[in-house]
């Protein structure tokens, strides 16, 4: 049996969680965040107390590190971490653990296994160009800097009123963030070759949807998941 796969990458605030989740969920097939399972590293690193530089250390951890997805929530050695890894700490160190090339082995690995399995779409930096190079449709989303800050305040905002960072700082992270992750060695953010580009700045979550499910239609994948039941 093929089994689609379908790789959203980009910056960060880009919009490709909340789209490549829709996208799962109108075809009926699993979404795997690939940020959450760096993040939920970086989590443990950080209740640990191990030194961001201490590249050993954080490797051994990783070896010894069981990271899963259960009905679309992230678990880390059996605990669901959703809430605690999009703290400020987590977000802000996060590329340093995402750059050390062993880290990124581990997790790779276990990210091709997922979609060697079953249906997936999956987002994050790396999947057009790296852990899926054959994927049946590479989507590249990105928008500018200041609409990706602005977005992600706003959903801070949303679940935290007495939010202390402003827009500028979100600005500043996004940046430090997309330049670490493009310049790395293993695996940098990239657009692959045969990425469709989508400038998601002026456009709503509904309209970017929207424009990937007529992509998706195009190659015929809708067809082929219905034909195989999933839809
Ligand atoms: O949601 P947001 O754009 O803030 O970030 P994320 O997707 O949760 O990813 C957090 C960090 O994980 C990124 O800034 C990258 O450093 C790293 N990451 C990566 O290196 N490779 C991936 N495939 C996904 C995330
Ligand atoms: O995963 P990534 O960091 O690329 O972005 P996200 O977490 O999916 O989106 C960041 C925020 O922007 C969310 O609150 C989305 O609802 C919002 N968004 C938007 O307002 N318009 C878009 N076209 C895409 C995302």
Same mark, same amino acid.
């Given at each position: 049996m093929h089994y689609i796969q379908i790789a959203i990458d980009g910056p960060a605030g880009a919009g490709k969680s909340t789209i490549a989740k829709k996208i799962a969920k109108k075809l009926g097939i699993l979404y795997i965040d690939t940020g959450a399972m760096y993040r939920a590293l970086t989590y443990k690193v950080v209740k640990l107390k191990v030194?961001? !530089?201490n590249i050993e250390k954080i490797n051994e951890i990783a070896k010894e590190t069981n990271i899963e997805f259960r009905n679309g929530i992230i678990f880390l050695d059996g605990i669901d971490v959703s809430l605690e890894i999009r703290s400020q700490e987590v977000t802000k160190l996060v590329s340093f653990v995402a750059q050390i090339p062993e880290v990124r082995v581990i997790l790779v690995e276990l990210q091709k296994k997922v979609a060697n399995n079953n249906h997936v779409v999956m987002d994050g930096r790396?999947?057009? *160009?790296?852990? @899926?190079? !054959? %994927?049946d449709v590479k989507v590249f989303l990105t928008a500018s800097v200041s609409e990706r800050a602005k977005r992600r305040y706003l959903e801070m905002l949303e679940k !935290? *009123?007495? $939010? &202390? $960072?402003a827009v500028e700082d979100i600005e500043k992270d996004i940046k430090l963030r997309d330049k670490m992750d493009s310049e790395r060695? %293993? *695996?940098?953010l990239i657009k692959a070759k045969d990425a469709i580009v989508l400038? &998601? &700045? @002026?456009?709503t979550i509904d309209q970017v949807v929207e424009e990937i499910l007529n992509i998706l239609s195009k190659k015929n994948i809708i067809d082929y998941l219905t034909d195989t039941c999933i839809i």
């Open positions: 030194d961001i !530089n790396d999947i057009g *160009s790296n852990v @899926l190079p !054959n %994927a !935290n *009123s007495d $939010l &202390t $960072l060695e %293993a *695996s940098p400038d &998601t &700045t @002026l456009f």
